[in-house]
């Protein structure tokens, strides 16, 4: 069954998130700008409120269903996923309400077969995986691992593939690898302990002392 169709303006939204979070009309399997590594995931107060002002009203809305026909299309999927479980880290840096919109980014990325998954652009797969790779339950880092192996095939099924997009795909399998092991020691992600105001074990805090933090 068909859902429900995009308007013009929705349309004009989607383009507008997937034109600020990639190089309008360059390759999506090829090379990554380093201006884009930057904007990704570096940790940047000129960014985060960049995103703020531009998008924060799509999150408000796409949260409230009035975007629910984003969950329908291909480009409206990426979009819904990149605003609700990337821009959310951004527009609510360091508080617990970065996290409040993660279930929608799994909603979606669950509803996306790996077939489907196969048909985006490498660039785009990465962030399809994260959602995974941000959620603490166990199967859903699982998930991530699987979909980072199955980034990587299809990087390497592409003739005279781009280095350093090769590269992009083996830093997320290794990354994806890390994240699960945390989640296999400890069960959640300690350095989120702090701001969502949960006391952290003894065991969690000697490892926070040398964790990596990832913008908390």
């Not at 975007?67 to 605003?83: M, P, Q, T, Y």
């Amino acid at each position: 069954m068909e859902g429900p169709q995009l308007n013009d303006d929705q349309r004009s939204r989607i383009q507008a998130i997937l034109n600020y979070w990639y190089i309008p009309g360059s390759d999506r399997n090829g090379d990554i700008d380093p201006s884009l590594f930057k904007k990704w995931f570096g940790a940047s107060a000129e960014t985060d409120a960049e995103i703020t002002q531009n998008f924060k009203e799509d999150l408000l809305k796409l949260a409230n269903g009035d975007h629910e026909a984003w969950k329908h299309d291909k480009e409206g999927k990426l979009a819904a996923v990149i605003l609700c479980d990337q821009f959310t880290r951004n527009i609510f840096r360091k508080n617990k309400q970065a996290f409040d919109y993660d279930h929608i980014a799994m909603e979606i990325v669950k509803s996306i077969s790996d077939e489907e998954f196969s048909t985006y652009a490498l660039q785009e797969q990465g962030f399809l995986i994260l959602p995974y790779e941000h959620d603490e339950r166990l199967e859903s880092q699982v998930k991530s691992t699987e979909l980072a192996d199955l980034m990587m095939k299809n990087a390497l099924a592409i003739p005279d593939v781009a280095q350093g997009i090769l590269r992009y795909a083996e830093q997320l399998k290794k990354y994806t690898e890390q994240h699960k092991a945390t989640i296999d020691q400890f069960g959640r992600y300690p350095h989120r302990n702090e701001v969502l105001e949960r006391e952290s074990t003894p065991e969690e805090v000697e490892y926070l002392k040398t964790a990596e933090r990832y913008g908390q």
